[in-house]
């Protein structure tokens, strides 16, 4: 009865509606919420709305059951998961449980905003373009004209969560100066449910989390990692979002974890799935894996990067282990099978298909410099072929790995060219089901992810208008424009437009533009906004956020005075290589670079093995001066002796995972920090001379303590 009631005034406010017309929702008025929530979800979506109306009109809306309640002239808007043409003449897309449809209706009587879902998700994606098309204004909520039917371009889309933190660096040393609030393994529950509610309101349909030895490394135990695994897998379900798990599945040994019962080399005669021993090893982690069953919709297994099976037999009985123990737990899991461009896709998809992998999800790598010209599109024909299910494995396209080398990036215009060129090359011969892009730099992340979420939702948008819409969303008309310059700075020095300028290994790479003036004149703009910005206290962000708006702008500022540095430093060169090139001498030139060398700091960042870029190209630039005009160049001493600690804990971490002593070459001592020899023989030499390393042998040498680090 209650349903023919609203059906029939919805009808007749429609026949009777004024086309063309925003919808005012006054402040200190009531609103009323037609809604009659039945799931979960639903009620969690009614509450959401009901709580973002009463802050920003400072009165509690009345949530009603039909529209016979809603007194006339009052406005209402109405939440319905039904999904049924005749409630305003058009109706969502089907192709989703996302698909949801919005409009604002105006007739003589009412002013009604109706946001309607295919389903449940479908809802939620209604309510949440409404909150982030609605306008705050001292008069109330400015819902502008909406007559809106949406689908989704990729229907499993997921956020990554990376397993890296910024204290531990790849098992290789401690930054104890980094900022912990980067560190989500540190989160609390309330947290936790806002950060994957966030990334649910960037557009993603689900979250993909990793088991990694590194993050146990990160945690301490496996126990304590999949405690937190699991409440971000719970509170993904809360939202509707669907939970996949990536699982390094032949490495449980490295990065800050040792396990000495580990084993991976079989006997002689024996493959590493016959042997004991091995068998053991992988047993022990897949039981382990398999304890989150219950939780994920999807497992995705990686063998490689790096992987420590050398015989293609195994990984595809090792595979077939390891989906027995999870469908053994949860009859419903899904396989996924990421590529990573590790040999030929093309032969890697056959080998699947032999070994009768034929239901499971292929995912090839986003990285556009691992598939030249066609590459992609005829694996994509070859999946056609055989009729399998084909996704994308999102890495390093929205940041880059933070245990090697974090530089805060915003990559929306990279992101929306690379999304396009897929979307009208290998999409049109075979679709794309799932794709995923790692939020690496966490918190740091945000602005390139909700690019993402936005652009594999609808790959049309432009990319400049989705972060001027986080931006004003999460800061207001006030702030907003001055984090908006913040952020297209970054995206200029940092990213650039494409792969090519933003991809720190392919020669194309830049960092900073070409006006390097330019560049220091917007960075000192946008660390003066920043540092003196003031929360505006009339905003209320329409995202919500595991922490308040004034954190993530305290995070930011040490990237602008980063970029503000290395601007300066850039400028500064410059006027020496004219002085360079007009003659002077090279005890001028000593005297002048000894001066301009001031290195880029890390600000308290999360800075990777390899250190800031701009630090790490700011020595270069400066090794190359020195080179082509003859002079010297000495590191200030802090900074030696900052980096010599940081050689020592990785020749500590590299001793924790054996029980005698760890003989190396001063040469092969320093390549996980990417340093030149001539920069690890100085660092090495401090060890040398503090007594902490010995020689052990002939071009050889071990810890003077090496007992206090061995494997237990």
């Keep these: 009865m209650n349903t023919l009631r609203l059906l029939l005034a919805v009808l007749l406010i429609f026949f009777a509606s004024v086309a063309g017309a925003e919808v005012l929702l006054p402040a200190g008025r009531v609103i009323y919420i037609i809604a009659n929530p039945k799931t979960n979800l639903e009620k969690h979506i009614t509450d959401y709305l009901t709580n973002?109306?009463?802050?920003?009109?400072?009165?509690?809306?009345?949530?009603?059951?039909?529209m016979s309640a809603v007194p006339a002239n009052s406005p209402a808007i109405l939440l319905s998961s039904q999904n049924q043409k005749a409630l305003f003449g058009v109706s969502a897309p089907v192709a989703s449980p996302e698909c949801f449809a919005l409009k604002t209706v105006v007739s003589a009587s009412h002013k009604l905003i109706i946001a309607l879902g295919n389903t449940d998700k479908g809802l939620k994606r209604a309510v949440q373009k409404l909150i982030i098309k609605s306008e705050q204004q001292k008069q109330g909520l400015i819902i502008p004209e909406l007559n809106l039917s949406e689908s989704p371009w990729i229907q499993k889309r997921e956020w990554t969560l990376c397993g890296w933190a910024p204290e531990l660096v790849r098992g290789v040393y401690k930054n104890v100066d980094a900022d912990k609030r980067l560190n989500v393994w540190?989160?609390?529950?309330?947290?936790?449910?806002?950060?994957v509610d966030m990334f649910d309101w960037f557009g993603f349909s689900g979250v993909q989390l990793m088991e990694t030895a590194s993050l146990y490394g990160v945690m301490g135990s496996r126990e304590a990692v999949q405690d937190r695994l699991k409440k971000f897998a719970l509170s993904a379900k809360d939202n509707g979002q669907d939970v996949s798990m990536w699982v390094w599945a032949a490495q449980f040994n490295n990065y800050g974890w040792f396990d000495k019962d580990v084993t991976y080399i079989p006997e002689k005669g024996k493959t590493a799935f016959e042997d004991s021993k091995v068998r053991?090893?992988?047993?022990?982690?897949?039981?382990?894996?398999?304890?989150?069953?219950?939780?994920?919709?999807?497992?995705?297994?990686?063998?490689?990067?790096?992987?420590q099976l050398k015989d293609r037999s195994d990984v595809f009985n090792y595979m077939r282990l390891l989906f027995g123990k999870f469908r053994a737990k949860n009859p419903k899991v899904k396989l996924g099978v990421d590529f990573w461009a590790s040999d030929s896709d093309s032969a890697y998809m056959k080998q699947l298909i032999d070994n009768g992998f034929t239901d499971a999800l292929l995912m090839e790598s986003s990285?556009?410099?691992?598939?030249?010209?066609?590459?992609?599109?005829?694996?994509?024909?070859?999946?056609?072929?055989?009729?399998?299910?084909?996704?994308?494995?999102?890495?390093?396209?929205?940041?880059?790995?933070?245990?090697?080398n974090p530089n805060m990036h915003v990559n929306a215009k990279l992101l929306s060219n690379f999304y396009k060129q897929v979307k009208n090359g290998a999409h049109k011969i075979h679709p794309i089901t799932y794709w995923s892009e790692m939020e690496a730099y966490h918190l740091n992340n945000i602005f390139t992810m909700y690019s993402a979420g936005q652009l594999l939702w609808n790959p049309e948008r432009d990319p400049d208008q989705i972060?001027?819409?986080?931006?004003?969303?999460?800061?207001?008309?006030?702030?907003?424009?001055?984090?908006?310059k913040a952020l297209h700075l970054i995206q200029d020095v940092r990213t650039g437009p494409s792969w090519d300028t933003y991809w720190i290994w392919l020669p194309t790479h830049r960092l900073g533009t070409a006006d390097p003036k330019e560049d220091l004149k917007r960075a000192d703009a946008a660390i003066a906004a920043f540092e003196t910005m003031k929360t505006d206290a009339n905003y209320v962000p329409k995202i919500p956020l595991p922490f308040p708006p004034a954190t993530f702008i305290e995070l930011t500022l040490p990237h602008l005075r980063q970029i503000r540095h290395?601007?300066?430093?850039?400028?500064?060169?410059a006027e020496l290589e004219k002085k360079a090139q007009n003659g002077a001498s090279k005890e001028e030139l000593t005297s002048a670079i000894g001066k301009i060398w001031d290195p880029v700091r890390d600000y308290g960042n999360w800075v990777g093995t390899f250190g800031p870029l701009e630090a790490r190209t700011q020595e270069k630039m400066l090794v190359d001066f020195s080179r082509k005009y003859?002079?010297?160049?000495?590191?200030?001493?802090?900074?030696?002796?900052?980096?010599?600690?940081?050689?020592?804990?990785?020749?500590?971490?590299?001793?924790?995972?054996?029980?005698?002593?760890?003989?190396?070459?001063?040469?092969i001592s320093w390549g996980e920090f990417l340093w030149t020899k001539e920069k690890g023989l100085d660092r090495f030499h401090i060890l040398i001379d503090n007594e902490v390393v010995r020689k052990a042998g002939d071009n050889l040498y071990e810890l003077v303590n090496w007992e206090e680090y061995r494997l237990r």
């Design 280 to 307: 053991a090893s992988f047993e022990k982690y897949y039981e382990g894996y398999a304890e989150l069953a219950p939780y994920v919709d999807l497992l995705i297994t990686h063998f490689y990067d790096p992987g």
């Design 566 to 573: 290395f601007a300066d430093f850039r400028i500064k060169l």
């Design 186 to 195: 540190l989160y609390g529950d309330q947290q936790i449910a806002n950060y």
């Design 367 to 404: 990285m556009p410099h691992l598939y030249p010209p066609g590459k992609r599109e005829a694996l994509h024909e070859r999946a056609r072929s055989h009729n399998l299910e084909m996704g994308v494995w999102g890495w390093h396209t929205a940041e880059i790995e933070t245990d090697q």
């Design 630 to 667: 003859g002079v010297e160049i000495k590191a200030p001493g802090w900074m030696r002796f900052r980096d010599a600690n940081r050689l020592l804990q990785a020749l500590q971490n590299r001793q924790r995972k054996f029980a005698e002593p760890v003989r190396f070459k001063p040469e």
């Design 467 to 484: 972060l001027r819409e986080i931006a004003e969303g999460i800061y207001g008309p006030v702030n907003g424009p001055e984090v908006l």
């Design 52 to 66: 973002y109306l009463n802050q920003v009109l400072k009165k509690s809306p009345i949530v009603v059951p039909d």
